[in-house]
């Protein structure tokens, strides 16, 4: 009696499950402490003092009925200045409130995008490796998934492809930056090309061909990356924005949608996507985390705990002989497998307590990612099971 | 560039903010306390006490990444499984953590209810009166909404026509109980006979028909009146519930669905619930306020003031003439149009700055709802009002 959509789903998530269940059975065979999984994204830096700061005077100050009442389904008027205000000072943009809507979450997100936007059969294009629960978004809305097989070189996204891939039926492409799972930021320069690319084909099919940005990770970049402001390259950009990872709330469901004035049609579709925030049954964003993240809007965590993950992963691991690009934002590392399927590749991995995510779940076969968001000392003590399990396979080290 | 599925919605969209709009410049000319505005649903009572001081204490005392973090897309283990004792207490009901998936409000639950079962052109039932988002949220899954007519006696549901309604095509049947808007609790008595017209029809047909009780309103209850727990009488039955109401919570998007062991095929319809509410961007429902309701699990809002309100509002419209039945749950008032159409009335009512919301959009005709979820000073103040309105339309008072 399962919707035929969701049945393939029910089946695929019971080897999801199976995994976890196999992590879990390791964990209680060797003990949690000597089981290095890397396999989820779940930030390990708590939220800014700040943020519980916040909720706690917002509670004891604030009028009980209005933080936890009905809003605007795009949000609290007064938090969607301020987010506003903070983009254009950062950015030397000119947004106003009524450019932003607060959201579930990026997820939540794209999904009231594709909603608004997409008809049966319209494609949506995205750069390989990608997030893949990208295709069960764009299949809520009948949308076909287009994706521009990885540049394995650098990872900055396969632009001659994504040309050739670009149809009369192309209504979106969706890019993620930095990304997972690869850590790259996509440069200055790939963002002008890429603008340019949809211009030219915007002018040659005669309608608008969305830029969705989800960009979860922008505040994870290091060595002072630039992660540039999309809409200021092209005008049918939406950016997607979660503090998930920015304030480590992942759990909490808070983001907003930026949908620019000079977006074709925008009042439209700013009505578009506050209706189905409504429609998708989110109805608004969580309110009290509204008036957090206002309170919170000069905040972010200290990446430092990250940064020193990302270092002695990446150094380490090359020095064993493992090959990887070193990743500028997010928390992963994108590494290819030693063996030439991904899959027994994390098999193998296994056998040392290391529990890792096949690039074939990101559309790219022949890398695994490793999630580094977890303590400093699991990735000390792992580097030992890495050694060993580089040796098993012969790997020349430094 | 809006898909097709939104661009009705974003024109009906226009209207209902016309009719928003119009209500601010009432308030901006005569001022905000001479304006009676009974059209919104928002909660006028705060939330119990002890929610508040929950979010302080969980902030204060518990672990920061885990309160703001990833859970099971279910939700917390030890939240769910403190709702599903807290329904086996009041209800003689023997439901585990399994049965229980946390969501983001009572509207979410529904989705991703509608979403795990129905196929393109799958019909769902329900009576009318009823909330007409439900529409959008049928329609989002290519549903077909089949509506019962009103039953203006007592608005009980009209079974009869229930009977005749269902066909192969029926998926499910839709309830609300107590009632927007009509304030009616179903009668144990209804409860069963729905029952026994729903295994018929199964038992005819040769599939499940399944039974979704959408029950936000399930702690209004006034007069000690008894709301029948759904699952004791159907096995193929949801429950939704949302503490929207019964914490006045609207704002913090928090409920839940239950699913019985009992429902044919129920641990694939809990993944496959699950997987929705991943997929539909949700993810999961907010994290801190999942552990606010475990805090607060026996706490509910003190109706006294809708109570009030409640035979406030009866007892004098009646008096001046007006018509309706006194509502046992929620806090709605649906009175019988004096002139014949619905929607002329609201617009008379609006000369006297009383703001109603038409019946029609209830798919029921004929009909306003009133909704007393204000102050008890804004229902005395606009009781000369409505006495005047009386008069305009020389209705004969007792």
Redesign the interface.
């Known amino acids: 009696?399962?919707?035929?959509?969701?049945q393939k789903?029910?089946k695929n998530?019971?080897v999801i499950r199976q995994m976890f269940e196999e992590g879990k059975k390791l964990e209680k065979i060797y003990g949690k402490e000597n089981v290095y999984d890397f396999s989820?994204g779940?930030?390990?830096i708590?939220?800014p003092k700040k943020?519980?700061q916040s909720?706690?005077e917002i509670?004891?100050k604030e009028n009980?009925?209005q933080?936890?009442?009905?809003?605007n389904n795009a949000g609290f008027e007064d938090v969607r200045e301020t987010i506003a205000n903070s983009i254009n000072q950062k950015f030397n943009t000119s947004f106003t409130k009524e450019n932003i809507i607060m959201?579930?979450?990026a997820?939540?997100?794209?999904?009231?995008i594709l909603?608004?936007?997409?008809?049966p059969n319209d494609e949506v294009i995205t750069f390989a490796p990608y997030f893949m629960?990208y295709n069960?978004?764009i299949e809520?809305?009948d949308g076909k998934v287009v994706a521009v097989s990885p540049n394995t070189k650098d990872f900055q996204p396969n632009l001659q492809e994504l040309e050739k891939k670009i149809t009369k039926n192309t209504k979106a492409l969706l890019i993620n930056t930095p990304n997972n799972p690869t850590g790259v930021i996509y440069s200055k320069e790939t963002i002008e090309k890429i603008s340019k690319i949809l211009e030219a084909k915007q002018h040659e099919y005669g309608?608008?061909i969305?830029l969705i940005s989800d960009e979860p990770y922008r505040e994870l970049a290091y060595d002072e990356n630039e992660v540039p402001y999309v809409t200021k390259y092209y005008s049918n950009t939406f950016v997607v924005y979660s503090y998930s990872k920015s304030l480590?709330?992942?759990?909490?469901?808070i983001g907003y949608v930026v949908v620019p004035s000079k977006m074709?049609?925008s009042s439209?579709?700013i009505?578009?996507l506050t209706?189905?925030n409504?429609?998708?049954?989110?109805?608004?964003?969580?309110?009290?985390?509204q008036k957090v993240i206002m309170n919170c809007i000069d905040e972010k965590v200290d990446l430092t705990s990250y940064d020193t993950n990302r270092n002695l992963l990446y150094n380490t691991l090359t020095e064993y002989g493992f090959e990887c690009i070193k990743p500028q934002g997010a928390f992963y590392l994108f590494v290819k497998s030693p063996i030439k399927d991904d899959i027994d590749f994390c098999s193998k991995a296994k056998e040392f307590n290391i529990l890792l995510v096949p690039g074939s779940s990101f559309a790219c076969p022949g890398y695994v990612r490793i999630s580094y968001c977890v303590s400093t000392e699991t990735i000390k003590n792992s580097l030992q099971a890495f050694k060993k399990l580089a040796n098993s396979l012969q790997l020349k080290g430094k």
Chains 1, 2 share one sequence.
């Open positions: 009696m399962i919707s035929n959509k969701m789903l029910v998530n019971s989820l779940n930030p390990s708590e939220a943020v519980n909720i706690i509670i004891e009980s009925l933080i936890h009442g009905y809003m959201v579930c979450g997820a939540s997100g794209i999904n009231i909603k608004s936007i997409l008809n629960e069960n978004y809520n809305y309608h608008e969305f480590s709330l992942p759990g909490e469901r074709e049609d439209n579709i009505n578009a209706i189905a409504r429609i998708i049954g989110c109805v608004n964003a969580p309110s009290l985390m």
